[in-house]
């Protein structure tokens, strides 16, 4: 229910800022500056490209306002805006693919490996949400925006296929993939927590 | 159910989208299969501490004034609406 309310003001939003209203823009900015910042910051991992690609979109969002037919699609919209601009600073920047190849992750070693039953101060240690931040950060561009769309920021498959112009199927198989080089990742740093460690014993 | 199957399915298991009789086929297979098993409870895991991950947050305070200040300027510009 909460949420239709949301969409709703949404759309009021989007209808009003059509009229030029600059109130409306205002909060469209409260409303979404860090979220377009964050997806921004995931997209490139430069937080100073984040600010630009964030200032980029707004001003799209002015230009572009009238060209959103379905006003309650405005936040799906804005997050393709983002996942464009954030995608064309790294293009320009030729920083696409320089990630962890996905063929060098082996996915049966750990696949024994049960680390579901760690304490959850280890589980949720800031060095373990860091390991997860750089592996997501290390996922190829397609898979991580998948991610970062899903499991961070929790939007539905639908949307993220509208926002990023591919099928559902697409997406999914993207997330599945992208989760399966995670759970490695986290698997191998996790594992430290049960094996001994280096030569010793 | 084999066990490439069964960890097929985990997304859809997660998302709570398959059929009644696939939801039976995966939890009986897990209750024999000890791989498949842990599998699924690290795939799960994966995926809420992924949710936890915090947020490079925040937009600074001076960045959203520029933001607010480029904005103004731009919607004076478009429409002549005096702000
Ligand atoms: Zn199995």
Redesign the pocket.
Known sequence: MGKKINKQADADLVRDLKQGDPAAMEEIVKRYSNKVYNLAYHLTRDAHAAEEIMQDVFLTVIAKIGTLTTEAYFSTWLYRVTTNAAYGYLRKEKKFSEQTPVEDIDQEQYLDYDWSTLPDDVLLSEESKEVLRESIDSLPEAMRTVVVLKDVEGLKNEEIAETLGISVPAVKSRLHRGRLILRQLLSEYFSKYTEPSGEEK | ???KL??ALFQEFLEDSLSEELIVEVQD??R??????V?LRTYTLTVTLSRKVDPPCCVSPETLDRLKKIIRERLLKTNGVPV
Do not use: E, V
């Open positions: 159910m084999n066990c069964c960890s297979h897990i024999t299969c000890s791989k498949c098993r599998s």
